[in-house]
């Protein structure tokens, strides 16, 4: 099967820095990855579509510019939360499409202090 | 893409057969059906997609009515390891469903 991995697995940061969340998919290319964000004992909220070598597309209600993604590469995707408030606490998860199939990673704790 | 709807919860009884009901009245044609799980604080697991046959594999079965307005997911002998949240979505294979809406989903309790 597919393995997508996510860094860190948990992060604490303080109100007003920025935090990077890298996606990587281990053992494939993947073209599109997807950004999904989940606050406690509520569903998965897509945040934003990652595409490889152009930009992302971001879903509405989304700031674009406090949720920095990048796809640099076919096997890595990263989100940067910039200037992180206490609400942007969340579950953050990534996924990757291979074959038309998706793969999930682990997903990242954020804690904003 | 088409919305559905699950029960919030259910229970079983661990080596029984689990059966978790989905409606999806507003598929349309192109549109596949996909169940995944989320076990707690974890990403979420796939499981099983189909478009309009019965589809089965190592993990589960997904029977899909014939108007395609409803299906279910069967988890044939539950274990404890399979309490989770399931979603039942739908969406294009193009993007196997990557930009479709995840509902509540439903959480299965398995107990012993």
């Known amino acids: 099967g597919a393995v997508v991995s996510q860094h860190p697995s948990r992060v604490i940061c303080k109100s007003g820095t920025s935090v990077k969340i890298e996606c990587r998919s281990l053992?494939?290319?993947?073209?599109?990855m997807f950004w999904y964000r989940q606050f406690p004992k509520q569903s998965l909220m897509l945040m934003a579509t990652?595409?490889?070598?152009?930009?992302?597309?971001?879903e509405q209600g989304v700031e674009k510019d406090k949720f920095l993604i990048n796809h640099a590469s076919l096997t890595l995707s990263t989100l940067t939360v910039t200037s992180a408030h206490p609400e942007d606490s969340s579950f953050y998860i990534c996924?990757?499409?291979?074959?038309?199939?998706?793969?999930f990673g682990p997903g990242t704790r954020l804690t904003v202090t | 893409d088409a919305k559905t709807t699950q029960p919030p919860s259910m229970d079983c009884a661990e080596g029984r057969a689990a059966n978790l009901p989905c409606n999806h009245s507003?598929?349309?044609?192109?549109?596949?059906v996909y169940w995944y799980r989320q076990i707690h604080s974890q990403g979420p697991q796939y499981i099983i997609h189909?478009?309009?046959n019965n589809e089965t594999n190592e993990m589960a079965s997904l029977i899909i009515t014939e108007d395609r307005k409803s299906s279910t997911l069967i988890l044939p002998h539950a274990t404890l390891r399979d309490t989770a949240v399931y979603y039942c979505?739908?969406?294009?294979?193009?993007?196997?469903?990557?930009?479709?809406?995840f509902g509540d989903g439903t959480t299965l309790t398995v107990k012993p």
């Open positions: 507003t598929i349309s044609g192109n549109e596949y």
């Open positions: 990652s595409n490889e070598g152009s930009k992302a597309t971001y």
């Open positions: 189909g478009l309009k």
């Open positions: 996924s990757a499409l291979k074959d038309y199939e998706q793969y």
């Open positions: 979505i739908v969406g294009g294979i193009n993007t196997n469903a990557g930009k479709s809406t």
């Open positions: 053992d494939f290319q993947a073209t599109t």
